[in-house]
């Protein structure tokens, strides 16, 4: 069935470190691909999507890239910083044979000062 | 995301009472969706609704209802509470768009305790 598989945390990083979140999935169909981010006691905000193979997506410092061949999304930043703490969830949403949205358990980072 | 509005943020209850969780937003979607979210299990969609008529069960609906009011509003009832529905619940919506690229825009969400 359909799946979302993402590194388990927590994360720990210093300030400026280089950061990857692993993610990886199965689908029937052809999904689009989402990247969320949680911070202490709010809901899920959109990060970044991608909508098809090849596609990158980016926002804030953060990239992705739909990588159809390896079945990845893989979560990249280049210079964290301490406000980038929180969790971090990789998604997928598809509608064959009934419309689905399945997310990954989350990946929790901690960006030390 | 102030635009989805979630009430209550909290709630204490005891097994065997009926809940109701409501959800309004205020961004024009016709799109809605609930979640529950556990440690370690990510989000996991409980029913949607892709306009006022339309209702779908999800991954988890059973021992939930749904009922979707209005184009802005969409509310979960739990008939019969039970402890293993303890979890953070979140409201969600998205616009129609072509296949299923819309990202889905969330409330803060309503932490449910049953005892």
């Known amino acids: 069935g359909d799946s979302v598989t993402q590194m388990e945390g927590p994360v720990t990083l210093s300030e400026e470190a280089f950061l990857t979140i692993n993610c990886t999935y199965t689908?029937?169909?052809?999904?689009?691909l989402f990247w969320y981010v949680q911070y202490p006691g709010e809901g899920l905000q959109l990060l970044l999507k991608?909508?098809?193979?090849?596609d990158k997506g980016s926002n804030k410092g953060f990239e992705a890239t739909y990588r159809k061949e390896t079945t990845s999304f893989h979560l990249e930043k280049g210079s964290v910083q301490v406000s980038d703490s929180a969790v971090y969830f990789c998604a997928l949403s598809v509608n064959t044979g009934g419309f689905k949205t399945i997310f990954g358990a989350g990946t929790r980072l901690f960006v030390k000062a | 995301d102030a635009d989805v509005t979630q009430t209550p943020r909290n709630r204490i209850t005891k097994t065997g009472k009926r809940i109701m969780l409501e959800c309004s937003q205020t961004?024009?979607?016709?799109?809605m969706y609930w979640y529950r979210q556990d440690p370690g299990l990510g989000l996991r969609l409980i029913y949607y609704?892709?306009?006022?008529?339309?209702?779908n069960k999800g991954e988890i609906s059973d021992g939930y209802s749904v009922s979707r009011q209005a184009q802005a509003k969409f509310s979960l009832s739990l008939e019969s509470a039970i402890p293993n529905q303890t979890a953070l619940y979140f409201c969600a919506t998205s616009e129609t768009g072509t296949g299923d690229n819309q990202p889905q825009h969330f409330g803060d969400g309503t932490r449910l305790s049953i005892l």
């Open positions: 961004k024009g979607h016709d799109r």
């Open positions: 609704s892709f306009d006022v008529k339309d209702i």
């Open positions: 991608a909508t098809k193979a090849d």
């Open positions: 689908a029937t169909g052809y999904p689009s």
